[in-house]
Nanobody
Framework: QLQLAESGGGSVHPGGSLTLSCVASGRVYSSSVMAWFRQAPGKEREFVALTRWSRTSTLYADSVKGRFTISKDNAGNTVFLQMDALKPEDTAVYLC???????????????WGQGTQVTVAS
């Protein structure tokens, strides 16, 4: 059973940066897609970014394009989310997920981490 564990969340001022990590325990197949989603209180889960495990193709939500970067360390079974120029509206619990489709729909992901809190405030 694959397990995902996120880390790296915290509190920052607007304009600050954070790097989130997601470590997968268990085998990640080459056909997998790894993604980051976020969920703010009272809001639906929102797609942030994804990457194919065996390729360099990535996809970003318009709201984070140019500010966030998703990357991976295949040998370390780890996916990263570098977040720059953070805004208060980026405040949410950030969740790592694994699926098999190149999709921004959370229903296409069947493995989820517990999430890590990111708070952006003055």
């Amino acid at each position: 059973q694959l397990q995902l564990a996120e880390s790296g969340g915290g509190s920052v001022h607007p304009g600050g940066s954070l790097t989130l990590s997601c470590v997968a325990s268990g085998r990640v197949y080459s056909s997998s897609v790894m993604a980051w989603f976020r969920q703010a209180p009272g809001k639906e889960r929102e797609f942030v970014a994804l990457t194919r495990w065996s390729r360099t193709s990535t996809l970003y939500a318009d709201s984070v394009k140019g500010r966030f970067t998703i990357s991976k360390d295949n040998a370390g079974n780890t996916v990263f989310l570098q977040m720059d120029a953070l805004k208060p509206e980026d405040t949410a619990v950030y969740l790592c997920a694994k699926g098999s489709q190149y999709s921004n729909d959370p229903r296409d992901y069947h493995y989820w981490g517990q999430g890590t809190q990111v708070t952006v405030a003055s």
